[in-house]
């Protein structure tokens, strides 16, 4: 049987320790060749030494020297890496923008490219649409279950849902949103992720990402994407049919389960380390509306949508740079949407190169710091 031949981007992050962990279990079926660090550089002799890595990158400017493998750096060392011939399939988990240059150099060598960055669809998806020409599978479960949904069933599908647990705040009254903590945000009520995430998940700006990624994914209008709070996150995507049947994917919430799928896609691997979902343990799902007053920024990546490029990369840039403010404590859960909200008003520009794109996400981010330094 023929080996995957895989590059990780994001190694030492949430999703990356849980990719390490699926190929630690399916050894016989994966190399990997490389794989990339932002600031965990002493995490690279551990990962090489157990997976037989040759290469890692380094993205940050922290120096590290290493005798046993080939150090690259930067952008240009993420495009190095993923070029390598003996490189099948790229899977992208870093943080923020800089994952759509593997991206867009691994699918147009036509590798396949397994998704878990948000970032890089939402602020360039029509220019990774453009180019497409590899397989992209998404990693992300909302959009793995999907994906799995609509394969060869597309055309029977009248409109795709996407669930959200509604986060730690789901019932907190909107006046006291402002008094809640970053340590409040990082308590996920179903999901163990990053702290980015989490707070995305606080606010739904996560889910509002998530909206955008599936248009971008899947072709759906944004009125054709729905989102419904799901606090059990045991489903994690549905779709519904022409007929008004509706089809769900459903698993405990637990990363390995989409990372595994795409590793091996279109293959289904047996895996007994994967927790099976007990019904009658869990007696009932429920399910709500989200509160569009409480959680503005999931109308606004509608409307994002609505507007096309580069909305969504605006309010992405804004966030980013809101999101970091507020762990620092240096801003309230509540300014993160003002941030954003006064960011979106000001975002200008029709762009038509990914260069231009990175010029707006770059002024939007000068903005937001300015804007965040009058309030703080
Ligand atoms: N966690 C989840 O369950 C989940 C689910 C769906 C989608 N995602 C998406 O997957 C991506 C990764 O999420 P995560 O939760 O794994 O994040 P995380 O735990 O914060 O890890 C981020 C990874 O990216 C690296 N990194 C950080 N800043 C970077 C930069 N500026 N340039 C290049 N690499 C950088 C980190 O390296 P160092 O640790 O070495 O600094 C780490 O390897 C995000 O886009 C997120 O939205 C995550």
Same mark, same amino acid.
């Given at each position: 049987?023929?080996?995957?031949?895989?590059?990780?981007?994001?190694?030492?992050?949430?999703?990356?320790?849980?990719?390490?962990?699926?190929?630690?279990?399916?050894?016989?079926?994966?190399?990997?060749?490389?794989?990339?660090?932002?600031?965990?550089?002493?995490?690279?002799?551990?990962?090489?030494?157990?997976?037989?890595?040759?290469?890692?990158?380094?993205?940050?400017?922290?120096?590290?020297?290493?005798?046993?493998?080939?150090?690259?750096?930067?952008?240009?060392?993420?495009?190095?890496?993923?070029?390598?011939?003996?490189?099948?399939?790229?899977?992208?988990?870093?943080?923020?923008?800089?994952?759509?240059?593997?991206?867009?150099?691994?699918?147009?060598?036509?590798?396949?490219?397994?998704?878990?960055?948000?970032?890089?669809?939402?602020?360039?998806?029509?220019?990774?649409?453009?180019?497409?020409?590899?397989?992209?599978?998404?990693?992300?479960?909302?959009?793995?279950?999907?994906?799995?949904?609509?394969?060869?069933?597309?055309?029977?599908?009248?409109?795709?849902?996407?669930?959200?647990?509604?986060?730690?705040?789901?019932?907190?009254?909107?006046?006291?949103?402002?008094?809640?903590?970053?340590?409040?945000? &990082?308590? /996920?009520?179903?999901?163990?992720?990053?702290?980015?995430? *989490?707070?995305? #998940? !606080?606010?739904?700006?996560?889910? =509002?990402?998530?909206?955008?990624?599936?248009?971008?994914?899947?072709?759906?209008?944004?009125?054709?994407?729905?989102?419904?709070?799901?606090?059990?996150?045991?489903?994690?995507?549905?779709?519904?049919?022409?007929?008004?049947?509706?089809?769900?994917?459903?698993?405990?919430?637990?990363?390995?389960?989409?990372?595994?799928?795409?590793?091996?896609?279109?293959?289904?691997?047996?895996?007994?380390?994967?927790?099976?979902?007990?019904?009658?343990?869990?007696?009932?799902?429920?399910?709500?509306?989200?509160?569009?007053?409480?959680?503005?920024?999931?109308?606004?990546?509608?409307?994002?949508?609505?507007?096309?490029?580069?909305?969504?990369?605006?309010?992405?840039?804004?966030?980013?740079?809101?999101?970091?403010?507020? &762990?620092? /404590?240096?801003?309230?859960?509540?300014?993160?949407?003002? *941030?954003?909200? #006064? !960011?979106?008003?000001?975002?200008? =520009?029709?762009?038509?190169?990914?260069?231009?794109?990175?010029?707006?996400?770059?002024?939007?981010?000068?903005?937001?710091?300015?804007?965040?330094?009058?309030?703080?």
């Amino acid at each position: 049987m023929k080996k995957i031949n895989l590059v990780l981007l994001g190694a030492t992050g949430s999703i990356g320790r849980q990719t390490l962990d699926v190929v630690r279990r399916f050894r016989d079926r994966v190399n990997l060749i490389g794989f990339s660090v932002h600031t965990n550089v002493q995490a690279i002799e551990a990962i090489s030494q157990e997976f037989g890595a040759s290469y890692a990158v380094i993205t940050s400017d922290i120096n590290f020297k290493s005798e046993d493998l080939s150090i690259l750096h930067g952008e240009e060392g993420l495009i190095e890496l993923v070029s390598l011939p003996e490189v099948d399939t790229v899977l992208i988990a870093t943080l923020g923008t800089i994952g759509v240059y593997p991206t867009l150099q691994a699918l147009k060598l036509n590798k396949r490219v397994l998704l878990a960055n948000k970032e890089t669809l939402v602020a360039f998806g029509e220019f990774v649409n453009k180019i497409k020409t590899g397989l992209l599978i998404p990693v992300d479960s909302e959009h793995s279950a999907l994906f799995q949904l609509l394969e060869n069933r597309k055309d029977e599908v009248s409109s795709i849902i996407l669930t959200a647990s509604g986060g730690p705040f789901r019932n907190v009254p909107e006046k006291e949103l402002k008094k809640v903590r970053p340590e409040d945000a &990082l308590r /996920h009520p179903t999901w163990n992720m990053g702290a980015k995430i *989490t707070i995305d #998940s !606080a606010t739904l700006m996560n889910k =509002g990402l998530e909206v955008i990624e599936a248009y971008y994914l899947f072709g759906f209008p944004p009125d054709k994407i729905e989102v419904i709070i799901h606090p059990q996150s045991i489903i994690h995507g549905m779709v519904k049919l022409k007929d008004n049947a509706f089809m769900a994917h459903m698993s405990y919430p637990d990363m390995r389960i989409p990372i595994q799928y795409a590793l091996f896609y279109p293959e289904r691997l047996q895996n007994t380390s994967l927790r099976e979902v007990d019904f009658l343990k869990i007696g009932h799902l429920d399910f709500e509306a989200p509160d569009f007053s409480r959680f503005p920024l999931l109308p606004l990546a509608y409307e994002a949508l609505k507007r096309g490029t580069p909305y969504p990369a605006c309010m992405n840039a804004a966030n980013d740079i809101a999101v970091a403010a507020f &762990l620092q /404590h240096r801003i309230k859960f509540t300014d993160i949407y003002r *941030t954003v909200e #006064s !960011a979106f008003d000001r975002c200008r =520009g029709k762009p038509t190169t990914l260069e231009d794109v990175e010029q707006i996400i770059k002024e939007v981010k000068e903005y937001a710091k300015e804007f965040i330094q009058q309030i703080s």
